[in-house]
C-alpha cells in the first residue's frame, strides 16, 4: 500500500483489512479519496474531477443511522474506465 501511495501518511483501516466474504465492493470515502494523487497520475484524471467521482459515488448511512458512507467501488471504476484515454 505504502509503495504504491508514497505520499500516504494516515493509511485508513479499510485499505489494509478485508471483509469477513472477501467480496465487499465498497471502501470508505477516506480510503479512495487516500488513493487519488496516484490514480491521478495513472490515468490523468485530474484530482478535482476524481474527488466529484467520489462524492457522486458516495453513499450516506441507511436510514441516515446505519452503517458508515460508503463508495462502491466496482461501480466507480467503471464509471473511470468511461474516462480514461487508452
Known sequence: MKQENPTLTDIPADLVTGSGSGFDPDLSPAGVKAQVPRISKETGITEKDLNALIDAHTQNRQLSIFGEPR???IE???EL???VKL
Open 71 to 73: 463508495v462502491n467501488v
Open 76 to 78: 466507480l471504476n467503471r
Open 81 to 83: 474506465l468511461k474516462q
